[in-house]
């Protein structure tokens, strides 16, 4: 499971299964660098993306908590 990362090695010929999954308002998280490494999982990958959600001091904030 990725939270809020993306790989730096290249997971596309494992068998893993790989979920990636950020808030839609994470500043923290650079979202050029998750769009490139996108070739460096797995073709079966899931992708989720948190409506609302953001990281602040550590911690997941946001509507999709209340």
């Known amino acids: 499971m990725l939270l809020s990362s993306?790989?730096?090695?290249d997971l596309s010929k494992t068998k893993l299964r790989v979920l990636s999954a950020y808030g839609?308002?994470?500043?923290?998280l650079n979202l050029k660098k998750v769009e490139s490494a996108r070739s460096r999982v797995p073709k079966q990958h899931y992708e989720r993306v948190i409506k609302q959600?953001?990281?602040a001091a550590g911690r997941w904030c946001g509507h999709y908590f209340r």
């Open 53 to 55: 959600l953001w990281r």
């Open 6 to 9: 993306y790989p730096t090695a």
């Open 24 to 28: 839609s308002k994470d500043d923290i």
